[in-house]
């Protein structure tokens, strides 16, 4: 069946740089668009970051914007999400997520077009 596992969250202090990494199998991994979104307590569900099948069509959300890179690699069926210059404000549960649909272009922003989520990572951003 269809596993996505997340690692790499942790707790971190302001302006540190942390990588995520999300190993996928049980499917075509390298045919599916990939996305990272968060979820803080009390919160709804955001999306970060999106790439497409092939890893050359990436979208960010503005808070993620020139500060996190999304990357995969269809060999090894990872994506990954590095997080540099951290704020108090990305602290936040932080889940893997497959689409729903073969190769969709361009990148889907809502969660309702993922149908595969992680279990998620914590990460924790200290004053």
């Known amino acids: 069946q269809v596993q996505l596992v997340e690692s790499g969250g942790g707790l971190v202090q302001t302006g540190a740089s942390v990588r995520l990494t999300c190993k996928a199998s049980g499917f075509h991994f390298g045919m599916y668009a990939m996305g990272w979104f968060r979820q803080a307590p009390g919160k709804e569900r955001e999306f970060i970051a999106g790439i497409n099948w092939s890893g050359d069509s990436t979208i960010y959300s503005e808070s993620a914007k020139d500060r996190f890179t999304i990357s995969r690699s269809n060999a090894g069926a990872t994506v990954n999400l590095q997080m540099n210059s951290l704020k108090p404000e990305d602290s936040s549960v932080y889940y893997c997520?497959?689409?729903?649909?073969?190769?969709?272009?361009?990148?889907?922003?809502?969660?309702?077009?993922?149908?595969?989520w992680g279990q998620g990572t914590r990460v924790t951003v200290s004053p």
């Open positions: 997520a497959a689409d729903r649909h073969v190769r969709r272009t361009p990148v889907s922003t809502s969660d309702r077009d993922y149908n595969s």
